[in-house]
């Protein structure tokens, strides 16, 4: 019995045009200033540009090359962990202000209170930072949901393409896998869910649904639906 839905965000809870044609601009444009003015004055900007350095290669005192490759890895949708700290950050001052709104589709926003109300746990995992995770959900065109989730899991955790990732999150949760139900918009998740032995469904907002033996929901009522069949 599921007891526990642990969430994907980018293609699951929220579009995938809403990342790559708002959040990531949004960075793009806000970034290079955002660490001219914090690399020497905050200890958390500095530790994530010391990481972007030693993954890159780039000298640490080369500011304006630390942000060459921030910008780079922004346009490749490189999920390296100090890129997603960093955006996370930059992204924070966007939702303070006002300017950014977390756009999570209504079935998504809708199912994900019931299942609270029913009391499953929810969970997210995604590759953008906690902090990211808690400013899309805590302000989103549908209001705060931060109060329905019982935590948040970033690649700290490991890859989502990776097993380990799940067995990971499973010790953390202290839980039988298959207690567990992963939704995400891409199949190499799944498989990695499934050989950790989470449950899975994949979730196929757009275009034609996939000749697979998974199951395939197009939004969270359809998830629903496929919960209340287990
Ligand atoms: C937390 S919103 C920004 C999501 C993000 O930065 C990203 O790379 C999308 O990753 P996901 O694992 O949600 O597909
Ligand atoms: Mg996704």
Redesign the pocket.
Known sequence: MIRVVLT????TTSSISF?HDV?FPYASKHLPEFIRTNHHTTPAVAEQLALVAEKSGVDSKDVEGLIDVLQAWISE?R?EGPL?AL?GMVWEQGYHSGELKGDIYPDAADYLQRWHDRGLRLFVY???SVK??KL?FGFSNEGDFTPFFSGYFDTGVGG?KEAQSYRNILAELGVEPATVLFLSDVEAELSAAEEAGLKTVWLVRDGELPDTGRPVARDFAEVDALLRKR
């Open positions: 994907d965000i980018e293609g990342v959040l949708d999920k997603k955006q995604s590759s953008g990211a995770q899309i989502k």
